[in-house]
């Protein structure tokens, strides 16, 4: 069944570790987008990607980096861990410019 | 940078109770207006959406949402709420200028009572 899957869906980790966060979508969707959720911030954007090789910086990038050399995969990756990091981390996909984008269930991390 | 402002964070409401959640951006250009409900546990799901035309629109669910402009708002509406409709609401908007980015407000969790 086409969708949009993140991987996984629970971790919990140590400061200073890395880890990433995996994102698949089957649509082909030329855009990807991270968020991550945090109580009383709502949603805000990570990074985002317009096609294969193309990312840019959203709201709050720092301490994350991300990679997008398929369209259809779009890793998260945090180099250093650390608990202002723990969240509820969101992917998203779309097609078209200006259509909705299409959520991911969510990874919850955590950072001890 | 726009902003979205999500007025009410915590509702409380019991079944049958009409709802009302009110959504406004800070952005003066043209912009693509989402609804987005997250309940317990999941992803978002979008409610409706507003490009163009009608300011009036008709989601999933038996909700609507109104745009006006002069506002800067895009209020959410449902006339008779029911137990399954507790989740989280989420607004969001993308400017014009914004390619396809949006910009979320900081969420409203509705709780309906049995």
């Known amino acids: 069944d086409a969708g949009i899957t993140q991987s996984p869906r629970y971790k919990i980790t140590e400061t200073g570790r890395q880890v990433t966060l995996m994102c698949h979508q089957t649509?082909?969707?030329?855009?990807m987008f991270w968020y991550r959720q945090d109580l009383g911030h709502g949603l805000r954007l990570i990074y985002y990607?317009?096609?294969?090789?193309?990312?840019d910086k959203g709201e709050v990038p720092d301490g994350y980096v991300v990679s997008r050399s398929k369209t259809e995969n779009f890793p998260l990756t945090l180099e250093s861990a650390t608990r202002s990091q723990t969240s509820v981390y969101f992917c998203a996909s779309t097609g078209y410019s200006n259509q909705p984008q299409h959520f991911g269930d969510g990874t919850r991390l955590s950072i001890l | 940078a726009q902003s979205v402002s999500q007025h009410n964070h915590h509702v409380i409401l019991s079944e049958a109770a009409s709802l009302e959640l009110g959504c406004n951006y800070s952005y003066g250009g043209t912009v693509n207006l989402f609804w987005y409900v997250q309940y317990p546990g999941q992803h978002l799901q979008l409610l409706l959406k507003y490009f163009s035309g009608d300011p009036l629109v008709k989601g999933i669910k038996g909700f609507e949402a109104e745009f006006i402009k002069s506002k800067f708002s895009f209020n959410l509406r449902k006339p008779s709420v029911q137990w399954s409709d507790t989740a989280e609401y989420f607004c969001a908007v993308n400017a014009a200028n914004a390619g396809n980015m949006l910009t979320f407000g900081g969420g409203t969790r509705l709780m309906v009572k049995p």
């Open positions: 649509w082909s969707h030329s855009y």
């Open positions: 990607s317009a096609a294969a090789d193309i990312t």
